[in-house]
Every structure is written in C-alpha cells, then in structure tokens.
C-alpha cells in the first residue's frame, strides 16, 4: 500500500506529499541512448480536472524523463505537490489524483542532468515565503548554477539542482510579483530553461533567449496549456497555437495570456530533438520530427549506399531513418531485431546475472528474418559504442553475412551542457576514435554517420538556428565558469 509523508508544509499553505520513496533501477546497463533532462507541463483552466490533465501531458511527454514524476496543483489558496521516483503511471493512480484539486497544475518528469536522482531533486520544487507558494519545473540545464546559487542565502534550499537554485531566486523577493522578478532575474540566467511555474493562481512559462530545449502553448475550449512537446497537447485535446519565443516570459490568469520579452532571441534549438529525443509525432519550428528522420534516412542512404538484401533499424529509435534508407536505397526494409518495451526503468533490483544479461533484455534477433541476409542497421547514434558492439554481434551469430552500420547522427564527440546526459568526453567513443577506428571496435563491415549539413539540411533550419555543440564542439553558450557538471552543488557541500 502507498505510503504517504507530509513532507513539508509551510504557512498552512504549501505542502509536498510523497510516495513511499522507492528507487527505480535501469536493467540496461550499457547505457544505450542519451538521455533526455525531462519533460514539462503546465494548464490554467477553471472547470477542468487539472491534475488528470496534467498527468496525461506528462504520460505523454515520458520519454524526456522516467526517475521521477511531481504534480503541482492549486484552487487559488494553497498549492499541493505529489512527486515521487518512478514513472508516471507508477507516481500516480485515481486516488492521489482525486486528492490534486484546483484550478492550475503544472508537472515534470525527470530525468537526472543536475543533481542526483533522489526524491529530493524530483519536481516540481517548492517554495513558500510570506507571499505565498512557487513551484516550478525545468527542462534544461544551467551552466551558471554556482554563481547563482552564491546569490542565495545558506539555508534556502535543501536539494542539489539548478532548479532549486531558480525556484528559490525567484521567491526571494516575496514583495514584488513573481513575473516582475522571473523578468528581472532571467537574463542572468545562463544555459538552456524551459520553464514552468506557478503561485496560487497564475501560471507562468519562460524559454531562455536561445531556445534550446522546446517549450510550447496550447488551447483548451476553456484554458491554456504549456508543454515540452506538441504532442502532449495532442494527447490532452489542446489545440497548438504557437511555440514560446526564446527569451520569452508568459502570465496565463483570468486574463488571458500577456507576453513579455526579458531577452533579445538568440534560437539556437537543439539538433538533436530531431534526431532522437523529441516523439516523432511531435512538431518542432513548424517540421515534423517524423518526416525529418525519414528525410534523414534519405540523406544517408545517398552518402553512405551499400549492396546489402535488407535494411533493418535499431528499434524503435531507428525506425524512420531506416525506411527512408529503405526507401532511398531501394534495398527492402525489415523488422530483424524484437525489442522488449517492458524493459527499461523498472523497481526490481536485477541481479548480477541479470545485469549481465545486458543487451539480450532489451533486442533480440529474429533468426528467421536475418539469416545469409546482408545486413544494413540504422541507429539514431553512438555514444560508448557498447550498445552496437553488442548489436553487430548479436546479428552475426543470428547468421547475418555482413552487418552494415549507419548512424543517422554526425559521430557525437563532444559533451552536451544543455541538458542530455552524454557522457564525458574521455567516455565518448568519437571523443577518442576515428570512424574507422570505431568501426574496427564495432565489428562492423561498413559504418556511415550522416553529415553534419545533411542532417541539417533535413531539418530545413538554417544552422545558424540550431545548436550542433555535441557534434563540433562549439557551444553557443560558452561555458565560462568550470564549476558544471552534474554535480557541481553537491561538490561544494
Ligand atoms: S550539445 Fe547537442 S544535445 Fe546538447 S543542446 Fe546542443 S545539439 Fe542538443
């Protein structure tokens, strides 16, 4: 039975609930994909049951983030927190949503960039000072979290996130509407926010000047919605009205909606989403992510063609760059590898034998299919290089006669300090190798990686719009302070 803690609860107005604590495990432990740094989203919408919106935004918006998930919600008086480590549908069920009563929510699943993954560093965060309550939830990471939090003083937060470190900054200064403070305090904010937040009656969202991670706005017949993704506006029946401006700060009331410009735009979104961390039901600058990782796929087979009897994806990732090489080579597409859905974040605790199981959990071969064929694998990208090392192995011993790798990414060598977990750079397998040289590691018979200009070009943004640091390594936000890193605020503690 679900175990419930008042964990806080200040001035009769805010408190945190939490569930019973338990840790989640990840059975891959190679460590296949990058990981997203989380999902948000917000509504303002009187009449609604806002929390079940919320969580079927978040149920829609999983992928960013599955260690832990948090609702905020409140009727105008006080605001009540839910958050726990888990998915989604594991944090919540009807009778902790029957509990979240109110007019506006916000939510945000989480995956771990600043901070470690503890209850403590789920979201949303809360803050309470003697104007009220503040929570909030952030997808993106900061590089300036060190400078910032010196601002503070000792005492004000107790977790170990760039997002606590913005919570309480924003709440400092009880004496002057919270937008006027987010207005005045986000421009010093560095690195990559989509932000938002929420007192007991308004709900907010801002986006940082260069809009790395996306943010946007949609229509209820009797509200407004903010979200990571066009598709959780899909799912909850919101129409999409447009994306939020980088360097752009919302205030959604009984008002309406009043826009307000705290920076100059500098879009610089995330290439990236593109490849692999958006859903490809999801729209991004007014292009499907979906047709874009086929048009990818088109662009590969032209720069890297092979003879080959089949082409097959990593799945699912790989999937729509694999039909267009399917459809551009006129090589047959097949499914020749059956992944797992069930596996991945989960609450048993594997033991060594599992563990060492790695891979086989998650992919298995379909001898039937692959057997004397000439291979052609397409994956979204390599980040260690063990997860394809494994992959080409496993479809040789299937019977595979050759097994041709391509990437739909440029080789990433580079870390990202916007918000995806890469590894470091020493740890990134085209940090230190050449294609070929990791081809020879891979085992593989060919390896192609697509082009930094045809995969932008897919996306029909000009590169000047996009970030691209993890495959050039030329940040546009430079990293000037060497205090970042996951966890730069435990290691002054
Ligand atoms: S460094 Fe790479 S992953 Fe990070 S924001 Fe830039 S393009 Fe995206």
Redesign the pocket.
């Known amino acids: 039975m679900r175990r419930f803690e008042q964990r806080q609860c200040l001035n009769r107005l805010d408190c945190v609930l939490k569930g019973d604590g338990r840790l989640g495990h990840d059975l891959d432990p190679q460590d296949r994909a990058p990981k997203d740094a989380c999902g948000v989203f917000g509504v303002w919408a009187p009449g609604e049951d806002v929390s079940k919106l919320t969580y079927y935004g978040l149920y829609a918006l999983q992928h960013r983030g599955q260690e832990s998930a948090g609702i905020a919600v409140s009727e105008g008086s006080r605001i009540l927190v839910y958050k726990d480590m888990g998915l989604v549908a594991q944090v919540f069920d009807e009778s902790i949503l029957g509990t979240l009563r109110g007019h506006l929510s916000i939510g945000h699943c989480r995956y771990s960039t600043t901070g470690s993954s503890v209850w403590e560093n789920a979201q949303p965060t809360l803050s309470s000072t003697d104007g009220g309550g503040l929570a909030l939830a952030h997808n993106g990471n900061l590089i300036n979290t060190a400078q910032l939090a010196e601002r503070l003083t000792s005492g004000a937060m107790r977790a170990t996130t760039d997002t606590e470190v913005l919570t309480a900054l924003l709440a400092q200064d009880a004496s002057r509407p919270v937008d006027d403070v987010a207005a005045e305090l986000l421009p010093e904010v560095k690195g990559?926010y989509s932000l938002v937040w929420m007192n007991e009656t308004t709900l907010f969202a801002a986006r940082d000047p260069q809009g790395?991670r996306p943010l946007v706005l949609g229509r209820l017949e009797r509200g407004w919605v903010v979200a990571s993704e066009t598709a959780a506006l899909d799912i909850v029946g919101a129409s999409f009205i447009r994306e939020i401006e980088p360097g752009e700060l919302l205030t959604i009331d009984e008002r309406g909606v009043r826009s307000r410009r705290f920076a100059v735009a500098e879009p610089k979104g995330?290439?990236?989403e593109y490849v692999y961390l958006a859903r490809p039901d999801t729209t991004i600058a007014g292009r499907g992510v979906q047709s874009t990782r086929v048009e990818v796929g088109r662009v590969l087979a032209r720069e890297h063609p092979v003879d080959a009897d089949l082409v097959i994806p990593t799945p699912e990732s790989g999937t729509p760059a694999a039909i267009g090489y399917a459809e551009q080579s006129g090589i047959p597409y097949g499914q020749g590898l059956v992944k797992n859905s069930y596996v991945g974040r989960t609450f048993i605790q594997p033991s060594q034998t599992i563990r060492q199981l790695g891979i086989r959990l998650k992919l298995n071969p379909l001898r039937e299919v692959i057997e004397g064929k000439r291979l052609v694998v397409v994956d979204d990208s390599i980040v260690r290089g063990n997860t394809q090392r494994a992959i080409v192995k496993m479809l040789r011993e299937a019977g595979a006669t050759e097994v041709h790798v391509r990437i739909s990414s440029p080789p990433v060598a580079w870390p990202?300090f916007?918000?995806?977990d890469f590894a470091t750079r020493a740890e990134l397998i085209a940090g230190s190798l050449s294609v070929e040289e990791i081809r020879s590691s891979l085992g593989a018979d060919s390896l192609g990686y697509i082009s930094l200009d045809g995969l932008t070009r897919a996306t029909t943004l000009p590169a000047d719009r996009l970030?691209?640091?993890?495959f050039t390594g030329e940040y546009p936000i430079p990293i000037e302070d060497d205090r970042v890193g996951k966890f730069v605020l435990e290691a002054q503690r």
């Not at 970030?467 to 993890?470: H, L, P």
């Open positions: 990559a790395i995330c290439l990236f990202c916007y918000g995806i970030c691209r640091a993890c």
